[in-house]
């Protein structure tokens, strides 16, 4: 199979796919926002930056069914017309600080992708509320002391 350069794939798919969801009263030209719910996309919405159907690069965190997180990341090796070999799913297990780092060194630190860091951080910290949520662990709160007590 013949591989197709990214910018022609998104002129193909970006007015018409089955993953769009069109908001209506958002912007003030249009009047319209436009969702994707495709798999790769970080901000789930439809343009080119974020989409997972037209970039080579793709990367992504889901939640798992056991209530975890898991980050995939689209490799570019020979599977790339193989849809299923083509991703690594790479599970999120540890604490927050961890993973957050294991972000930062699976996207940036090796040139992967280096402008979505912010929105993986950022959806990588919802989808840790989220499943700590549905698991019912509670948010510890500190008490306040008041001074010149230990």
Known sequence: MVTCPDSLVWEL???NTSFMKKKNGQTKRSGQVVFSTEKG???SLNLFKYSGIANSKVCDIVCTADDR???????????STQP???KAVIPMNKDFKRVESAIKKSTSDVFYRRDL???MLGKWTKVYQANRRAKGIKKLVVTKKAR???
């Open 84 to 86: 299923k070999k083509s």
């Open 148 to 150: 010149g007590t230990n």
């Open 69 to 79: 997180a898991s980050l995939i990341v689209k490799t570019a090796s020979k599977a």
């Open 117 to 119: 860091e912010a929105a």
């Open 13 to 15: 798919t970006r007015r």
């Open 41 to 43: 996309n970080v901000k």
